[in-house]
């Protein structure tokens, strides 16, 4: 048996690369490695109970306790597993298609475990160095009702909940039919909003793409415009991913609203974490408000790990993931949707504050691509030579130049190579996306 880990768990495609025998066996190895009490959660989709009980046994062959959450976002899990278990795990693939599932797991302060731990337990998977339990004591499993309403006292805790009580606000929620349909709307209604639901039965079955952007929120951007509400949230697959909606029914762009949430938080002159696909606007967002912006490779484990050493206030990816230190050092959809009512009920209507934020042109662009390694070794040395200027291999390769900057690197979640091109002039913009495009269309051959 054979098994990767990406920059966000294991991830595969149900009953290739993810099995209930290797649920199973992760079972046995997580409670092996972190203790017996293991915290497990699962978002909705349809393969996750099957893959629940496979690792529940492995668990309990194994002499452990399984602590049940059942369906429940990731930022709950974190929490739970800090507040109750050795380590935790939550069945899930996030954005990625219905047809995908995986694991992601935790220890026991609710934070991704680190990269020397995932090449510990690759090595005993594949050995199968683990033993079981003798006969008559297995461990057993237990249902943890209570950890959605903890994590919700937990969330209200961190903002001003005076303000968004007595702005009362409108709140368009999005749930995809994720796991965020479990906590976000009662969450928002908890914290004084006036909230209308749009795909939040936990159904499994996916009306819309659980990856939330500009194409797959126009249900929830028309029911904005249409109930004349204050701001709208979208949420990826598992609920560690917020995307917000202006009360126009436009989606602000990631970087947008990352730049946004940044100088919010830092207003006070704090230190924020990104990573290097963030926009220029987000430094400046920063730097305005007399804090200090400082960037690391793509993936949340990255940016908590960053936040952690210097003390940062903040941490946030342009794809929609935020980390607020003082709740758990793990992302939160849920804490992040209830921190963008707070900026928009103090500072006033989304459309107004995001002019605030100065955009440079930028694209991205994906490409399929089956050997992300050997493709990536080819397109590094062409990219080197074409471009002139600072480069930088930590996650990738990025090469930053005056005006500008380009970055590629292989996705950790998906079969695909990243191209992103951010310039200050637009006609140069294109100039340049070009040239990288045709480098990297290249070295995929």
């Known amino acids: 048996m054979d098994v990767s880990f990406g920059t966000s768990g294991i991830r595969g495609i149900v009953n290739e690369g993810i099995t209930p025998e290797l649920a199973l066996v992760l079972g046995e190895v997580i409670t092996k490695k972190r203790g017996m009490k293991v915290v497990v959660g699962r978002d909705t989709r349809t393969s996750g109970a099957v893959l629940e009980g496979a690792l529940i046994s492995g668990i309990n062959f194994l002499g452990g306790s399984a602590l049940r959450l059942g369906v429940v976002s990731t930022p709950t899990t974190a929490i739970a597993t800090r507040e109750r278990g050795d380590s935790g795990v939550i069945i899930t693939a996030s954005h990625n298609p219905p047809q995908y599932n995986g694991f992601k797991f935790y220890n026991r302060f609710g934070e991704e475990i680190g990269r020397d731990e995932e090449r510990e337990i690759e090595n005993m998977i594949r050995a199968r160095k683990v033993q079981h339990s003798e ?245 590094k040395e062409r990219i080197e030579k074409e471009f002139r200027g600072e480069v930088n291999e930590r996650d990738g390769v990025r090469v930053d130049f005056t005006g500008g900057w380009i970055l590629v690197r292989a996705s950790g979640t998906e079969p695909v190579i990243r191209l992103t091109c951010e310039h200050r002039n637009a006609g140069e913009l294109e100039k340049v996306f070009r040239r990288a495009e045709n480098i990297v269309r290249g070295g995929l051959q």
């Open 135 to 379: 006969v008559g004591q297995a461990g057993e499993s237990y249902e943890v009702h209570d950890a959605v309403e903890r994590h919700i006292k937990l969330a209200l805790s961190l903002v001003d909940g005076r303000i968004i009580e007595r702005k009362k606000p409108k709140v368009v929620v999005d749930c995809g039919n994720g796991a965020a349909s479990s906590i976000a709307p009662f969450l928002l209604r908890e914290a004084g909003c006036r909230v209308i639901t749009v795909n939040s039965e936990p159904s499994g079955i996916f009306s819309r793409s659980l990856e939330p952007n500009s194409e797959s929120l126009q249900d929830a951007c028309s029911v904005v415009r249409s109930t004349g509400a204050d701001i709208g949230v979208g949420y990826d697959g598992d609920g560690d991913r917020a995307v917000v909606i202006d009360e126009k029914g436009e989606v602000l762009g990631l970087d947008e609203q990352l730049a946004m949430l940044s100088g919010y938080i830092a207003k006070d002159g704090g230190t924020v974490v990104s990573t290097f696909e963030a926009s220029l606007a987000v430094r400046e967002a920063v730097e305005k408000k007399g804090g200090k912006l400082l960037i690391t490779e793509v993936g949340s484990r990255n940016v908590a790990d960053l936040i952690r050493a210097n003390g940062a206030v903040f941490g946030g990816e342009p794809c929609g993931e935020y980390i607020f230190p003082e709740e758990v050092m793990s992302p939160d959809g849920m804490l992040a949707s209830l921190k963008f009512v707070e900026f928009m009920c103090s500072e006033g209507r989304l459309s107004k504050l995001r002019k605030n934020v100065r955009k440079y042109p930028m694209k991205r662009m994906k490409f399929s691509c089956s050997d992300r390694k050997g493709s990536m070794e080819r397109i």
